[in-house]
């Protein structure tokens, strides 16, 4: 898709500001997952299309991504693009499968070290994934400006265990047992998923993404000294590359969400992220403790919440942007997807609460630094 047009003006740029470190007039908001299973109209959309081919065809993807937006008029800051982590595995030559009612499967996964042959040596990801750039293009249009689009991908260790697993896995025995027993080709897979994971993150930017999200969905699968030696360096590497190929006039703020790895969080801020996203394992206490002012924070209520009721979600909502704040570096979220069965109109009152604290907390804070000069 080639379109030279010039994309519509920002109108709302909360998010960005937020993830650089300026001050904000409220808490920006945004949902992982937000275009998906729990909306009827995805679900319809899905009657019609399977996942990889709405993922594959711009158009889809487009109308799929506002789909939130547009029910969530003025409530949401960000849009996400529609794709997945798995078209990595694709892009290197392996099948991903996705199953109603199961999930990803890979028919043919990596087994032993020697199967690394069966990957393509090179990948075009120009070639691969344009069907991704040319759905961000196209979203980018579509928004007219309303939101900034954020791209994302799957981190180098959650992207290795799903092509060793086969699929989803409660233990990640046989993606472990390749850290443990063949570390050397280990590493040498991480490092070729690496390779893939930074030139299509600099594709996205250059197709229209405005911020980019990094998922290391299965983080927290590995202990801190393994997370150290199989995660973080190709976390690290990512962030660096990217914003080094894109130079200082091309970067966007870029997102690690870690999910699990509570005992990284110092780490992570300190590899070249403007965001560190989290899971509901942290308190925000803990979190700006740690993080001092380094990193914007991102999250982190625990989607099991949405299903709690009314008082429920206003009263974790309350929790969560009192203890973060809301002017200064944070972005409000869940601390992983919303799932499937969320009703519809539980996402809106979360959204609703957070801009209404949001607002509240923004007015207090203010008065207090007035009263304090």
Request: charged share 25%.
């Amino acid at each position: 898709m080639s379109d030279s047009k010039p994309f519509p003006p920002l109108k709302n740029d909360l998010i960005l500001r937020a993830a650089r470190g300026e001050k904000t007039e409220r808490a920006p908001v945004w949902v992982m997952r937000q275009a998906g299973r729990y909306l009827p109209e995805f679900r319809a959309e899905r009657v019609e299309n399977d996942f990889f081919k709405i993922c594959r065809t711009p158009e889809l993807a487009t109308k799929v991504t506002l789909q939130p937006i547009d029910r969530y008029d003025g409530l949401l800051d960000a849009s996400i693009i529609f794709s997945d982590i798995l078209v990595i595995p694709q892009a290197m030559g392996m099948t991903v499968e996705m199953i109603p009612g199961k999930g990803p499967h890979f028919p043919d996964p990596l087994v032993i070290p020697g199967d690394m042959a069966k990957l393509k040596e090179e990948v075009d990801v120009k070639k691969e994934l344009q069907y991704v750039f040319d759905a961000i293009t196209m979203t980018r249009h579509a928004l007219d400006g309303r939101v900034p689009l954020i791209g994302f991908v799957g981190a180098p260790w959650t992207l290795m265990a799903y092509m060793i697993e086969g699929g989803g896995s409660k233990t990640l025995s046989k993606a472990k047992e390749w850290i443990f027993k063949h570390p050397k080709q280990s590493h040498e897979l991480l490092g070729r998923i690496t390779d893939v994971c930074v030139d299509f993150l600099i594709g996205q930017v250059r197709a229209g993404a405005q911020m980019l999200q990094v998922f290391e969905s299965w983080g927290g699968e590995l202990g801190p000294h393994d997370f150290e030696l199989f995660s973080l360096p190709y976390l690290t590497q990512i962030a660096k590359r990217v914003k080094a190929e894109l130079g200082p006039e091309e970067a966007v703020p870029m997102t690690v969400f870690a999910k699990g790895s509570w005992y990284a969080l110092d780490k992570l801020s300190a590899i070249g992220y403007e965001t560190v996203s989290l899971d509901w394992t942290h308190t925000p206490e803990s979190a700006k403790a740690i993080t001092n002012g380094r990193v914007t924070l991102q999250g982190n209520m625990d989607p099991n919440v949405l299903f709690g009721g009314d008082e429920a979600i206003v009263a974790t909502v309350e929790r969560m942007v009192r203890g973060f704040g809301s002017t200064g570096r944070y972005i409000a979220n869940l601390g992983h997807g919303i799932l499937p069965t969320v009703p519809v109109e539980a996402m809106e009152l979360f959204l609703k609460t957070v801009h209404r604290v949001g607002l509240e907390v923004a007015a207090e804070e203010k008065a207090a630094e007035i009263a304090s000069k």
